[in-house]
């Protein structure tokens, strides 16, 4: 082997080194196992155009309040998006006008993991106040059980968006609990009210205070 | 060993040093964060969505990986071939977002920024990683240089016939 074929061949041992560790912690990291949930097909051109880090884009299209859940899938896939709101088509993580579909759906339960007092202050009509803090003390089994929610339902939760990570907590505990279809908003609270959409403040009536 | 070698070869240690604390760093930031980087790499659009959840891990790994080699001298033109390769494919998907007129986040260091400013990549992260290029390039062309494996098996195996290539070209005499 020539010189130049040594140290190319030896970089590409590198690179396989690194795509085996790779492939472990990609086996083994819930978060990625939380990226392709089972049951929540990928959808090639599905709504990934509000994720975190990809948004703070002038020229994004949030939805206005009102907009047809309808108008709000089609608008949120990187291509021509189905004609009708299809909440099994969408990624785990989504945008504002994704979870404006879903919350016009009624069915569909919302998470808040910021702190009590911004939840206070303003929060997604119907949402539950779950905290990272509270997990511990039992706030998701009051959840199921106060609540009524069951894991089969489609459930998505929230933060303050940007880089804050107690939604992504909150869903991993969730995912523990048997929940299976869910989304994270990464957007956040900021980007719900940015659009326009109804908000609500207050305590969480049905759970209460977060210990 | 003459002076100008000895300092040859500690500017190549401190060249790969810098260059493998950069993307130790960078590499960190990442793992920390899988999804954020898969959504930053997705907001690139140029891969398709099934290869992101993959790629997520193994660019950080790779540079990880690579990183431990420079520090250490290990097949260190190798390794740091393999970051430039990287660097190389990186500034062609800033220059193709830029190009398409698009707004993406870098997420090249996690929510910090080496040289530009934080936020949507600019021409600015172009010449930053053209920049981390030139860094590692003395290592791809001379070798590990000071205090690494490379040199010391490069020793060894000095006076051996037919030896055959080493990685170390630039500690023989």
Wanted: glycine share 12%; net charge negative.
């Amino acid at each position: 082997m020539t010189f130049a074929g040594n140290i190319i061949a030896r970089s590409l041992a590198l690179v396989a080194i690194a795509t085996g560790a790779a492939f472990v912690h990609w086996a083994c990291d819930p978060i990625a196992r939380l990226a392709s949930p089972k049951g929540q097909p990928d959808a090639p051109g599905a709504g990934t155009a509000g994720q975190a880090g990809t948004t703070p884009i002038p020229d994004a299209t949030d939805a206005q309040p009102g907009a047809a859940a309808t108008d709000a899938a089609a608008s949120e896939g990187a291509g021509a998006g189905p004609a009708v709101f299809d909440p099994t088509q969408l990624d785990t993580n989504i945008g504002t006008e994704a979870a404006f579909g879903l919350w016009q759906l009624g069915e569909v339960v919302f998470i808040d993991a910021r702190p009590q007092d911004e939840y206070e202050a303003g929060h997604i009509p119907f949402a539950y106040l779950v905290p990272p803090a509270s997990l511990d003390s039992g706030r998701l089994g009051d959840l199921m059980e106060l609540g009524g929610v069951d894991p089969s339902q489609r459930t998505v939760v929230y933060c303050e968006g940007g880089t804050c990570d107690a939604s992504e907590l909150v869903a991993l505990h969730l995912q523990d609990m048997g929940f299976t279809k869910l989304h994270i908003y990464v957007d956040g609270f900021p980007a719900w009210q940015a659009a326009g959409h109804e908000v609500e403040t207050g305590p969480d009536q049905v759970l209460g205070d977060a210990p | 060993m003459s002076g100008g070698r000895a300092f040859g070869r500690s500017v190549l240690l401190v060249l790969r040093l810098v260059v493998a604390g950069l993307f130790i760093w960078a590499a960190k930031e990442k793992l920390e964060s899988p999804l954020d980087f898969r959504a930053n790499i997705d907001g690139f659009k140029v891969l398709p969505e099934h290869i992101l959840d993959p790629l997520a891990f193994m660019v950080p790994w790779t540079e990880l990986v690579c990183a431990a080699a420079l520090i250490v001298g290990f097949w260190a033109r190798s390794a740091a071939l393999a970051i430039g390769a990287m660097l190389v494919l990186f500034m062609a998907a800033i220059a193709s977002v830029l190009l398409r007129g698009m707004h993406v986040e870098c997420g090249c260091f996690g929510d910090y920024s080496l040289l530009c400013k934080p936020g949507a990549v600019g021409w600015c992260n172009v010449g930053q990683n053209a920049l981390l290029l030139a860094i590692a390039l003395p290592v791809m062309i001379w070798g590990a240089g000071a205090l690494s494996l490379d040199s010391r098996a490069a020793r060894r195996g000095r006076g051996i016939p037919a030896a055959g290539p080493v990685d170390t070209v630039a500690v023989r005499s």
